[in-house]
């Protein structure tokens, strides 16, 4: 069983920071469990485009208000407390913040850490290099 906290992360190298976010990587591919989980902070008044090409997420919103825009059909959503996005279909999208938002986050396959985006807002394919050689 592994028990962390966030305040024990905060500072690390678990902690990545981005033009337009934080991300805290609670579990990383590290962890070998199939997935990771992040607490991320989008910055208010900031618009993030992604396209995990590579990955699906699922995003529950915990803190904030902002503005999903499925870029692919144009189609918006709000984003609030208790709202949840999952991007099952590679989707190209944009998280626009109209307050701070705070995002718990997780990604199949795991994310190893060291992924920043790309210029097209994508995290490359990283794996852990097996504990079996
Ligand atoms: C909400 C979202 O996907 N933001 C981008 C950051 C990503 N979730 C991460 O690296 O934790």
Redesign the pocket.
């Given at each position: 069983m592994i028990v962390r906290t966030l305040d024990e992360i905060v500072g690390t190298d678990r902690d990545?920071e981005?033009p337009t976010?934080k991300?805290r990587?609670l579990v990383l591919a590290q962890e070998q469990v199939g997935f990771?989980l992040?607490d991320?902070v989008?910055f208010a008044g900031s618009e993030?485009n992604?396209w995990?090409a590579n990955h699906i997420?699922a995003?529950y919103c915990i803190e904030g208000t902002g503005e999903l825009v499925n870029d692919e059909t144009g189609e918006k959503h709000p984003v609030a407390p208790g709202t949840m996005y999952l991007l099952d279909g590679h989707e190209h999208h944009t998280?626009r913040a109209l307050t701070q938002?705070r995002?718990v986050?997780v990604?199949n396959p795991a994310?190893t850490g060291r992924?920043v985006?790309d210029e097209n807002g994508v995290?490359p394919l990283l794996t852990e290099p097996s504990s079996q050689g």
């Amino acid at each position: 069983m592994i028990v962390r906290t966030l305040d024990e992360i905060v500072g690390t190298d678990r902690d990545v920071e981005a033009p337009t976010f934080k991300s805290r990587r609670l579990v990383l591919a590290q962890e070998q469990v199939g997935f990771s989980l992040h607490d991320t902070v989008l910055f208010a008044g900031s618009e993030t485009n992604m396209w995990y090409a590579n990955h699906i997420e699922a995003v529950y919103c915990i803190e904030g208000t902002g503005e999903l825009v499925n870029d692919e059909t144009g189609e918006k959503h709000p984003v609030a407390p208790g709202t949840m996005y999952l991007l099952d279909g590679h989707e190209h999208h944009t998280l626009r913040a109209l307050t701070q938002l705070r995002m718990v986050c997780v990604f199949n396959p795991a994310l190893t850490g060291r992924e920043v985006h790309d210029e097209n807002g994508v995290y490359p394919l990283l794996t852990e290099p097996s504990s079996q050689g």
